[in-house]
């Protein structure tokens, strides 16, 4: 996945266990970044830790940040439905894909 030599960026898109809300994100460790959504810091009042936001169903992988940050600017005003029709394409069954990142 991660590219040697160059910068990584990741939109990606988080959903709950029941798959009823959307979180989406920036990050240049993706990785990581789910293991800090999963382990939040105790009392978070976090988006994420408040309506349980950890599984993996969508993302995108960048070179420059500043192409990133446009795309995740354009992904978060979108419609539930365009997000859905996003992951769909991506993740059909939308599976939980975190032990899939390396």
Known sequence: ?????THNYY???????HKTVLYTGLTNNLKNR?????????????????????YLVY?????QIETAIQREK???????IKKENL????????DFLNDKIE
């Open 74 to 80: 354009q992904i978060k005003k979108y419609s539930r």
């Open 11 to 17: 939109i990606y898109i988080l959903t709950n266990k």
């Open 1 to 5: 996945m991660k590219t040697p030599g």
């Open 59 to 63: 993302y995108e992988n960048y070179s």
């Open 34 to 54: 789910l293991y800090q959504h999963l382990n939040p810091k105790p009392l978070s009042k976090s988006f994420t830790a408040k309506y349980n936001c950890f």
């Open 87 to 94: 992951i769909n394409a991506f993740n059909e069954n939308w």
